[in-house]
């Protein structure tokens, strides 16, 4: 594409997007300074920031994505959004450990949603996402309604592992409209990764992770479910603090590998949760042994009972230990969940069985020991 091809595509680009408005106000993407650095690429890609403010609604972005999409000679649309910092300014104080505000949940926030449930971890690669994904498809076979929640904006891979690539549709009239979850296996999915590009990363700081998990729990369309499960991204940062600060969470499990780098990376993510009054319902040891299909002998490539230790330190329990199986690797990248694709396995049985005693402590509403000081 020649620049003044590309001059003629945007001054289209640009046309195009003057006439999506605010519901609200009437002011344009364009006028109002919402769409930023606007730009087309030789190969016809249109790219810009879109600096959302305090009020858009969610649907504002894809209004103006459909409006560049339809301009002729456009290939693809490339939209960085950017979120503003909500919430009155703070006088400046000094944090140190253990100096972290306690959460102040909306209890009024996804009224139709009786359980949420966490699953977090201190460092990455230790199968969070895997577990996060079979606790609520065993959930759903038990017959439960159920929603899963990707708050791993970095590395959202909740689509895959349900094997969804579909863009999640828009309900309502404009101005109040909400974002549909799609549905796999019988649950309802919702994760930035399925308003992403391919291969496009979430390049983005603090407050927009906030503000995006914000958008999830409120201009989505969950409906009445009986468990919400929520895919954390690992260690102790926003997305965590973010979640426990806007609603009411019944419990986090924690999963880890049996190695101590992952041990002690998973026991301060223990100490940030009691810090933040956030009940841990106990741990799952992931990746626990290896059981040879030919000879049959175990093999503790990670190491041995690191997660029993870890439950001994701090006073919480055990909930499962699931061992490394190829099946569990093939399901997550074929978007089959192994307690669905191979529900006999000795990995789908022990997911189950730690699906079913969180739902024995939650829904019976047993106090959860508390980790120690």
């Not at 920031?49 to 209004?63: C, N």
Request: glycine residues 12%; aromatic residues 2%.
């Amino acid at each position: 594409m020649t620049n003044e091809e590309r001059d003629q595509v945007l001054r289209r680009v640009a046309a195009a997007l003057a006439q999506v408005t605010h519901p609200a106000t009437g002011e344009d993407v364009v006028s109002s300074g919402r769409v930023r650095e606007l730009g087309v690429m030789e190969d016809g890609t249109v790219r810009f920031r879109f600096a959302l403010q305090a009020d858009d609604p969610g649907t504002l972005v894809r209004l103006s994505r459909a409006a560049a999409e339809r301009v002729e000679g456009v290939g693809k649309v490339k939209i960085d959004i950017s979120l503003p910092a909500v919430g009155k300014p703070q006088t400046k104080r000094q944090m140190g450990p253990g100096n972290v505000p306690a959460p102040t949940p909306d209890p009024n926030a996804l009224p139709g949603v009786r359980h949420i449930v966490a699953v977090s971890s201190g460092k990455g690669g230790v199968g969070k996402s895997t577990v996060a994904v079979n606790l609520a498809t065993a959930l759903a076979q038990g017959g439960r309604r159920v929603g899963v929640l990707d708050a791993d904006v970095y590395g959202p891979n909740i689509p895959m592992m349900f094997g969804e690539h579909r863009r999640p549709a828009v309900l309502g009239e404009k101005g109040s409209e909400k974002i549909e979850p799609l549905e796999s296996h019988g649950v309802k999915i919702m994760s930035l990764g399925l308003l992403l590009d391919p291969g496009q990363a979430a390049i983005m700081r603090g407050p927009m992770i906030a503000g995006i998990l914000k958008q999830f729990l409120e201009q989505v369309e969950w409906g009445e479910l009986d468990w919400m499960v929520v895919d954390m991204p690992p260690g102790t940062g926003d997305a965590q603090l973010s979640l426990v600060q806007n609603i009411r969470v019944d419990g986090v499990v924690m999963v880890t590998t049996p190695q101590d780098v992952a041990t002690g990376d998973v026991l301060r993510g223990i100490k940030m949760f009691e810090k933040v009054n956030t009940r841990v319902l106990g741990i799952v040891e992931n990746m626990s042994g290896f059981i040879c299909p030919c000879c049959g002998e175990r093999y503790e490539i990670f190491g041995r009972a690191g997660g029993q230790r870890l439950a001994l330190d701090t006073g919480l329990e055990l909930l499962g230990e699931v061992p490394i199986e190829i099946g569990v690797r093939q399901g997550g990248d074929a978007g089959v969940p192994i307690t669905i694709g191979d529900p006999h396995s000795p990995a789908a049985e022990a997911l189950r069985k730690v699906a079913e005693r969180i739902a024995e402590r939650v829904e019976a509403g047993v106090a959860v020991p508390a980790a120690s000081a």
